[in-house]
């Protein structure tokens, strides 16, 4: 019996005709059409949503700072961030003001700075920069005041309750001001460039504040002293506690110095380190180590800045001379009453 495929045989393929072609085509068009919709759909979505969890946040910022304000206000003292404005969007959040103003109630505190700028990563608010064109300090009290000017100052922390985990502070031509009862001001501190810095190290603090290009010039040294640099790097232990509930009394607290140099030219200066603690007497107990840097060459220059001590100043660091440019010698407290080698120096007199 014949196939019903059997006429068919060797007969070519058949072809798909033009208007099978067409259709297939029509339909591929309108898919591929939804799928740009759609994926224009969701990029529309995920913008305007972007956009709302930053207003969102931008909202929390402000209302913080708000309540910051106001809770100046309530406290009896005056807080003022003028002409405010959020800016950074879209990955950044920060609060911009013309000027910002504290001031306590009693008016012993006074800060005042132009240019306020702050910005934070939209994913991270907490770490926080910022600059000020400049910024004025002023403490003052029944026996007079002192205060500080900064110019181009910038500043970031990455905040954290109680206190900032970390804080940073640099500013150029920084310049400190007495002001005692009665009398005119009077400049105590110049430097070219100052920074100080902060950071939380299991319940202690860490602190480290540096000057460049110093000139002192405090009523003890009428004529002035020039510095090359200044540095202070220290620990204060249980440091975080103390600066919640800050105690009436340096007695009690301990530190442990990891450099205080004092540098009066580029390679000749003085630097210290070691623990100091001080007794609930009030006396200093203590185990440095002093490292002098050219002391021939410090010896002239602090007996030019104390006319009046010249002479035991030369005799000190005529000991330390003897030892070459590069001495060192251990510097002991005990109970207040301090040597330096085998050479007694004195008491120190209790601290309050």
């Known amino acids: 019996m014949q196939s019903?495929?059997?006429?068919?045989?060797?007969?070519?393929?058949?072809?798909?005709?033009e208007v099978d072609r067409m259709t297939s085509s029509d339909t591929e068009a309108p898919r591929g059409s939804r799928?740009?919709?759609?994926?224009?759909?969701?990029?529309?979505?995920?913008?305007?949503a972007y956009?709302?969890?930053?207003?969102?946040?931008?909202?929390?910022?402000?209302?913080?700072?708000?309540?910051?304000?106001?809770?100046?206000n309530d406290d009896g003292g005056q807080a003022v961030c003028s002409n405010r404005e959020a800016r950074g969007y879209p990955?950044?959040?920060?609060?911009?003001?013309?000027?910002?103003?504290?001031?306590?109630?009693?008016?012993?505190?006074?800060?005042?700075?132009?240019?306020?700028?702050?910005?934070?990563?939209?994913?991270?608010?907490?770490?926080?920069?910022?600059?000020?064109?400049?910024?004025?300090?002023r403490l003052s009290d029944s026996r007079g005041g002192f205060g500080a000017t900064g110019q181009n100052v910038r500043f970031?922390?990455?905040?954290?309750?109680?206190?900032?985990?970390?804080?940073?502070?640099?500013?150029?031509?920084?310049?400190?001001?007495?002001?005692?009862?009665?009398?005119?001001?009077?400049?105590?501190?110049?430097?070219?460039?100052?920074?100080?810095?902060?950071?939380?190290?299991?319940?202690?603090?860490?602190?480290?504040v540096r000057g460049h290009s110093l000139r002192l010039a405090p009523p003890e040294l009428p004529g002035g002293i020039d510095l090359a640099r200044v540095k202070l790097d220290l620990t204060v232990e249980d440091g975080v506690r103390l600066a919640l509930t800050p105690p009436d009394s340096l007695r009690g607290l301990s530190f442990l110095v990891r450099s205080a140099s004092v540098f009066v030219s580029d390679d000749a200066g003085v630097t210290i380190s070691g623990p100091i603690s001080i007794g609930a007497d009030g006396l200093i107990d203590a185990r440095l180590e002093v490292e002098m840097d050219r002391p021939a060459e410090v010896a002239e220059k602090l007996a030019v800045a104390l006319p009046d001590q010249a002479k035991e100043i030369r005799s000190v660091m005529g000991g330390?001379?003897?030892?070459?440019?590069?001495a060192s010698l251990p510097l002991r407290i005990e109970k207040g009453r301090a040597r330096i080698a085998f050479v007694q120096l004195g008491r120190l007199p209790p601290l309050d």
Not at 4 to 17: E, I, K, Q
Not at 52 to 67: A, C, K, P, S, T
Not at 96 to 111: A, M, N, P, Q, R
């Open 35 to 48: 799928k740009f919709i759609w994926l224009a759909a969701g990029i529309i979505f995920a913008i305007a």
């Open 4 to 17: 019903l495929f059997d006429g068919h045989a060797g007969m070519p393929p058949a072809r798909v005709s």
């Open 51 to 72: 956009t709302g969890g930053w207003f969102y946040v931008v909202g929390i910022l402000e209302r913080n700072v708000d309540q910051t304000l106001q809770r100046a």
């Open 156 to 208: 970031s922390a990455s905040l954290d309750d109680p206190l900032p985990q970390r804080a940073s502070l640099t500013l150029k031509e920084l310049s400190v001001d007495s002001m005692p009862l009665g009398q005119g001001l009077s400049t105590m501190l110049r430097a070219l460039a100052g920074e100080a810095h902060m950071r939380q190290r299991e319940g202690n603090l860490d602190l480290s």
């Open 320 to 326: 330390f001379a003897m030892l070459g440019n590069a």
């Open 91 to 137: 990955f950044r959040v920060g609060v911009f003001c013309d000027k910002v103003s504290f001031t306590d109630g009693e008016e012993d505190i006074l800060i005042e700075g132009n240019g306020f700028r702050t910005a934070a990563q939209i994913y991270d608010p907490l770490k926080i920069v910022g600059e000020l064109d400049d910024l004025r300090l």
